[in-house]
């Protein structure tokens, strides 16, 4: 197709653009048309604007064009026609020279086949030509900077629009602009944002490329349902931590299952969201679960800054809030500050002598002192002289004297150089509140569970955290002997060739080779059927343990053999394997993600893997400071110390195992499927660890 269209406009242009055209304009503001042509006049667009409408020749005052053939050169054209006919009208943007088009119309890959395959006819005459996409199903981008809100959404329809420096990259537009609605509501400016719908061109990662060099951009938010190019991902958000921007993400779909869940341990727990939640993690970036908690802590870092503690103060007027709060940063694993004998001292002129604690309940100060107002300063220069306090949190009932008291705390709070946030609990009665909090430039919300929230996710924001680094050269990989499911001596082969250590054992075809193994291993020993097609041995009866002599060994094969010939005729033997003394079981578990490359996890082994699902996941390789960390955060981690009266276990040589079994992941690369290590047994300090049973999958 000849085409004008210059080569990629770049994403700076599509949010600066010099002329925009507008598709079905008209002076209706209850259509589509009409609504953006509205916004861009009501906000003050600073470029030219073009309208497109066959049936007009003017609309509000703007000449009209039939064709966007007819009309002087566009940047950026919006366009929600029918489906039907977009990929015409696409083809008619190209050859006008186009630099983008923001393509709101729905019915495209998301609804079948055939919305696939014009979906497909769209990306192609993009690459063919150079000109760019927004979308389709996308619901528009706004640039609070130049007036620029190319969405129909009614939340525009507001006489101010309020600049910032926070910037959205949203996968779900309605999300979007819901997010951006109660964002504008408490003062909360943005500099962009984008909602990119079906990415049939430009994706979330593009779009936070430019924020990520846009300099009036501080904070990024971005809502990610999928990623075409995890690594690429990665590499960005070290980008961002190292252009000091922190970067909150809230990812749907977090219950979706790896592949092969029903054959895999490591599958089914080391599934799609905990992999994605490791690699933003070790990359620096803030994990949400809530679309409005996303921009309150984007907001909230980008005030304050990182925590300089992980303590909280609390001050509040109630001592049933007070209560109530406590028992919700427990719950969440949240520290409350403690007091010094200086911070008593400074509080007991106004506070009763049985209420210089942490939280400070302003119901029980001193008569004499009067009201909120009159004891503010002393509250805030306690907590501000407070060293264990790294972040304050006012959660606020109704009170007597609502706006003076609220007044008088915010107007100190805000000046106490620590990171504050209220909570505003009460409802319209709090209209007036809420006004004077929003005024003085400093963050609330209207629920406790998202205060709670907010503060877990800020206290996990650290701008010392060092991003991963990956070898830019994986190791060499091992050599297999065969691929797809591997046998468990075959499975063993493997790990122990990355110097995990592994059961002796011998593959034994008769009773009598069984009785010869037993007699060369030493009592007691193990038997197991091995079979690539049966993968949980232990529930069909190929698993014997503790058998103490000959006899019993000889006939413990018989009859597991007998089982395993039923289940699996091409089955040919069993192996006998040592008896491990009893140890602390852990599982380790290796995959490839398709978004990530090869993660490896950590948990409770044995028949606790799936009875309390506690685990830990990384990407491939591991470091011995990351494989630590790891084993820190399980919920078993006392055991590992030495809980009670039990043995403290070998801590470093779980941590070697993790980092060989890293090794192994980064090793096999793309051959690598699944792979578990269940159960490892744990030794006690200086014992080491011995893997009892492996499984494989490899391509």
């Known amino acids: 197709m000849k085409t004008k269209a210059p080569p990629r406009i770049s994403i700076a242009r599509i949010f600066e653009p010099r002329r925009v055209a507008v598709f079905g304009a008209s002076d209706d503001r209850d259509k589509w048309g009409g609504r953006i042509m509205h916004y861009l006049a009501l906000h003050g667009f600073a470029g030219e604007i073009v309208p497109l409408n066959p049936r007009r020749d003017r609309v509000r005052g703007l000449k009209c064009y039939a064709r966007i053939a007819d009309a002087p050169p566009v940047d950026v054209a919006v366009i929600a026609v029918p489906a039907a006919i977009v990929p015409q009208t696409i083809r008619d943007c190209a050859e006008a020279g186009v630099g983008c088009c923001v393509i709101i119309t729905a019915g495209f890959a998301e609804a079948g086949p055939e919305g696939d395959a014009a979906q497909q006819e769209i990306a192609q005459i993009s690459a063919e030509t150079g000109m760019r996409l927004v979308g389709p199903n996308c619901l528009g981008l706004i640039n609070l900077r130049n007036g620029m809100a190319l969405t129909s959404a009614r939340v525009l329809d507001v006489d101010r629009i309020i600049p910032g420096h926070i910037g959205l990259v949203s996968q779900s537009g309605a999300l979007m602009l819901s997010v951006y609605n109660r964002a504008h509501d408490q003062g909360i400016g943005f500099s962009q944002l984008v909602s990119v719908g079906n990415q049939a061109d430009l994706d979330v990662c593009d779009f936070f490329d430019h924020m990520i060099a846009d300099p009036d951009t501080q904070a990024i938010c971005l809502h990610i349902e999928g990623l075409a190019d995890g690594r690429r991902f990665l590499d960005q958000l070290a980008r961002a931590h190292q252009a000091r921007k922190p970067v909150i993400v809230l990812k749907t779909g977090r219950s979706a299952q790896g592949e092969a869940a029903a054959r895999s341990h490591t599958a089914s727990l080391a599934g799609a969201y905990p992999v994605f939640a490791a690699a933003c993690r070790e990359a620096g970036a803030v994990l949400v679960d809530d679309p409005d908690v996303m921009v309150l802590v984007a907001d909230f870092i980008r005030r304050n800054g990182p925590a300089r503690g992980d303590g909280i103060g609390i001050v509040s007027s109630s001592g049933g809030m007070n ?12 520290r409350l500050a403690r007091f010094g004998e200086p911070t008593r001292a400074t509080l007991l002129p106004v506070m009763l002598p049985d209420h210089l604690d942490n939280p400070i309940d302003m119901g029980a100060r001193r008569q004499e002192t009067g009201g909120v107002t009159a004891i503010a ?3 805030v220069s306690a907590l501000a002289g407070e060293a264990d306090v790294g972040v304050i949190l006012i959660p606020l009932t109704t009170t007597p004297s609502y706006e003076a008291s609220v007044t008088a705390l915010a107007d ?11 909570v505003v ?8 509140v809420r006004a004077i909090i ?34 830019s050269t994986p190791p060499a990989p091992p ?14 082969a493997l790990i122990a060739s990355f110097g995990l250590r592994v059961t002796r054992e011998r593959r034994i075809r008769s009773a009598a080779e069984a009785g010869e193994a037993g007699d060369i291993i030493g009592y007691p020993v193990v038997l197991k059927g091995v079979s690539r097609k049966v993968v949980h041995k232990s529930d069909a009866g190929l698993v014997r343990l503790g058998l103490i002599d000959r006899a019993s060994v000889e006939a413990a094969f018989t009859d597991t053999f007998r089982k395993l010939k039923k289940l699996d005729p091409s089955a040919e033997e069993c192996i006998v394997a040592e008896m491990v003394p009893g140890g602390l079981e852990l599982i380790l578990g290796a995959k490839r993600d398709p978004q990530f490359g090869p993660v490896v996890m950590v948990g409770a082994g044995g028949v606790l893997v799936e009875l309390i699902g506690d685990v830990e996941v990384t990407l491939a390789p591991v470091s011995a400071q990351t494989a630590e960390a790891m084993l820190r955060r399980l919920r078993i981690w006392p055991l590992l110390q030495g809980f009670r009266d039990q043995p403290r276990r070998d801590i470093k ?26 159960p490892l047994i744990l030794g006690s300090e200086g014992e080491g660890t011995i893997a009892a049973d492996a499984r494989a999958v490899v391509s």
């Not at 060989?660 to 290590?677: Q, T």
């Open 438 to 471: 929003r005024e003085r430039g400093i963050v609330y919300c209207d629920r406790l569970d998202d205060g709670i929230r907010l503060l877990e996710a800020y206290l996990s924001y650290r701008r010392d955290h060092a991003p991963r680094q990956f070898p």
């Open 479 to 492: 050599r297999l002997s065969r691929s797809g499911y591997l046998s468990e001596p075959e499975a063993k």
């Open 653 to 678: 040589a779980a941590v070697d195992a993790l980092v060989k079994i890293g090794d192994l992941a980064a090793a096999l690369g793309d051959r690598l499927v699944e792979l578990d290590v269940n």
């Open 425 to 432: 609990t009460p409802g319209s009665v709090a209209t007036g």
């Open 412 to 422: 100190r709070f805000r000046n106490c150089g620590k990171p504050t946030l209220f």
């Open 377 to 379: 300063d002393p509250i």
């Open 323 to 334: 209560g109530t709060v406590v028992d919700r940063l427990a719950d969440r694993g949240l």
